[in-house]
């Protein structure tokens, strides 16, 4: 079964900074365009940023722009979210996902949750002084 991972999550004051990780553990995500999503109690699920299979290409909802940024490290099999900037708005429940990408197409979607195949378990990220 094909699972994500991810980790990194926490408490962290406003204006700090974290790092989210997102890990294949049981295959390659060289054919994956990886997203990350956010749902904060009580709101629907958001999505944040994507990356495409290669790297070429990279998506971000108009609330991160600026803040946010994400990559990807094929040798360790692992996309990184890097958070800066944090707001308490940004405190959420945050998960990756995953969409196959088998032909050339180097593209991703990140406000399109229903395009994602597979998800991870999600961590918890709160911004609070």
């Known amino acids: 079964q094909l699972q994500l991972v991810e980790s990194g999550g926490g408490l962290v004051q406003p204006g700090g900074s974290l790092r989210l990780s997102c890990a294949g553990s049981t295959f390659t995500l060289d054919y994956y365009a990886i997203g990350w999503f956010r749902q904060a109690p009580g709101k629907e699920r958001e999505g944040v940023l994507c990356?495409?299979?290669?790297?070429?290409?990279?998506n971000y909802a108009a609330s991160v722009k600026g803040r946010f940024t994400i990559s990807r490290d094929k040798a360790k099999n692992t996309v990184y979210l890097q958070m800066n900037s944090l707001k308490a708005e940004d405190t959420a429940v945050y998960y990756c996902?995953?969409?196959?990408?088998?032909?050339?197409?180097?593209?991703?979607?990140?406000?399109?949750?229903?395009?994602?195949?597979?998800w991870g378990q999600g961590t918890q990220v709160t911004v609070s002084s």
């Open positions: 996902a995953a969409e196959p990408y088998y032909s050339d197409s180097d593209w991703c979607y990140e406000d399109a949750p229903e395009r994602y195949d597979y």
């Open positions: 990356i495409s299979k290669r790297g070429g290409s990279t």
